[in-house]
């Protein structure tokens, strides 16, 4: 079976709280707050980001790579490779396979799937999985305090810190979101999509999960998915407590594809050797679940609790201006 | 599409990569010489290499009035490599009160700008955070 060998982090540097939004539009209260990405930040360069600390942290250089996958539900483009576009600049050889995921945000585990399956083959001896978006919700929408931005990367090998064990899927085909390419991020019918959509999918996917690889208890849980309910009611149904969730939707938001791969760092720096870690992945019409065991707690420098505890707050007018969503007549 | 210009650069931007004279060891970047500018050497074959992403500060300026597309004040400053070449670049993550000559920096890609749909690239400069 496949391993991870590196695990890196993007999380850009400025903050706004949730209650400075609210009070934006006259709404009380508001918990956490969100990363936002500047100006001149997009689903590439986050990537490459979280990309570089990745191959540091596996201590591989950029030219031992054979796979480069990058998934984003945000990249803007309808043809435009974001994993082409990284090669180059990750100094990776001009003849690594190249391959981009999209179109939702389970896309993040379709790449480690693709990345995982070439490692196991041996086809692959290093892969990088890039997952990296930046999420912007309609102003004064409910998902505006907690839509964001952020990176992770993912370095597979032949050996590493932690197994992946085992992977199960659940397609429902249950719709749960479409969008257009320009529109805002995040339009969904959530309780309605968070029972049929989400829940009976993700579950389905953990049964088959726990029915292939052997299981004696989860240590640890990591969930993608727009909406931080979700993960208490999935614990709940799947009997896993509540204290075991890993997130850091609190500090920085939901960051789509990029979610897996921070709340899953964030899983290994709480991990002692042999733990398990459960990693759901959402996305509209079903979901994906991942079985991981930790072989060694990896070091981070600085902390994953750290990256996320940082950064700049800034006000509702700054935010509005960065994001692009100030226009005025020239 | 990609221009012939930026082509012939983006290599060495997009991975960092310098050309050292051989005669002198004086690094040109982003561009390949044929003719060293510090010894004077021509022809000469330089040699391409990754340079670090870090450097300092040799001097600088804060921009405050640009075209409509810049956020302003925007400080560009002329940055000196470890591995000796110099480029100008934007400096961004940054308090403008922090910034002085010899501040280290190291680079990080980027928006440059947007050229027929299609967003270009390329480094610009943060306080230097990681070793
Ligand atoms: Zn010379």
Known sequence: MSHIAGIGVYVPRYRIEASEINSAWARPGGRGRKAVAEFDEDALTMGIQAAHHALTHAGVA????????FASVSSGYAEYSLAAQSTQVLGALVSANVADFGLSTRAVTSALQAGLDGVHSKRISHALVIASDKLIAQPG??????????????????????????????TSGFVGLSRREGAFHGLIDERFVMQHGFLEAAQAAVMRLQDSVKISEWNHAVLQAPDERWASRLLKNLKIAPEKLRSGTAQIGYAGCATF?????????????GEQILAVSYGPGGCDAVAIKVIERPKFSPSIKDILASGELIKYPHYLRISKLLRGEP | MTTPHQWRISESNAKLIGYRCPKCSWVSFPEKKRACKRCGSAPVEMMGFVMKPFGKIVSFVVQHRLPEGFETPLPLAIIEFEEGARAAGHIIDCKLEELHVGFEVEAEYRIMYEENGLTMYSYKFKPRRSH
Do not use: M
């Open chain 1, 261 to 273: 791969v921070i709340h899953l760092a964030l899983a290994f720096e709480s991990a002692k050797a």
């Open chain 1, 62 to 69: 950029g030219n031992k790579l054979d796979s480069i996958s």
């Open chain 1, 141 to 170: 929408s409910s998902f505006e305090p907690n839509y964001a931005a952020g990176a992770g990367a993912l370095i597979l090998a032949q050996r590493g810190f932690a197994k992946i064990e085992g992977t199960a899927a659940a």
